[in-house]
């Protein structure tokens, strides 16, 4: 629950408040929220909450910093922590989705965290592949806001959406809005076996 509480606010409020100086701060705020949140969530193994709280000192700091308009450049740098430690986070909870039963609406529930989680990792990555390709001077160049490569990123895991972003002249791009699609994919079938799991559990216990 507090996965899914976590992820929410950097996909539905920050697209609405995103542009300008409030935008900016706004979304710092959010990801400050993902980041603190995120590492209270990976205690337990001391090696792993090690290097979890390493890329977060990074992020926040470069995020914060990067308010700072002369500073602005190290916003993808601190997104790039960011996105780390997001994979670390969505790998240890994606292990726990998958050894864990769960009544159908608890299932339901982190289902929806993890792929809030595993679609903003898309996005992120799409938003810093198109910063890495800016200005590029092979022709290979698409720009995209991150509000927009967050919504691309839960379009492409839900496989509706790929020709948006992907369908320029960008090869990186098209591998992983691939690998998200089948991604997706394998995650939405991985729950139906597991809500269908319980249910015939349910069924057997009733019987």
Known sequence: MLLLLMMLPLQVIYPVLSGGQAGQVSLTLFLSIILITGLWLMRGSRR???????????????????LWQAAASLLPLGEFCLLLFLIILSG?????????ELPVHE?????TALFLLIGTILGISLYLISALYH????????????????????????????????GESMPLLRVVSSLGMIG?????ALLIAKIGTNLNKNDKRGN
């Open 48 to 66: 792993r909450f090690l290097i979890a709280a390493i890329l977060v000192l990074i992020s926040l700091e470069l995020i914060w910093v990067s």
């Open 92 to 100: 240890r909870y994606l292990a726990i989705f998958i050894r864990t």
């Open 107 to 111: 299932l339901l529930l982190a289902a």
């Open 135 to 166: 200005g590029s001077t092979t022709g290979a160049r698409v720009d995209i806001d991150l509000p927009q490569a967050l919504f691309e990123g839960i379009a492409i895991l839900t496989a509706n959406g790929f020709g948006g972003v992907a």
């Open 184 to 188: 997706g994919i394998l995650f939405i």
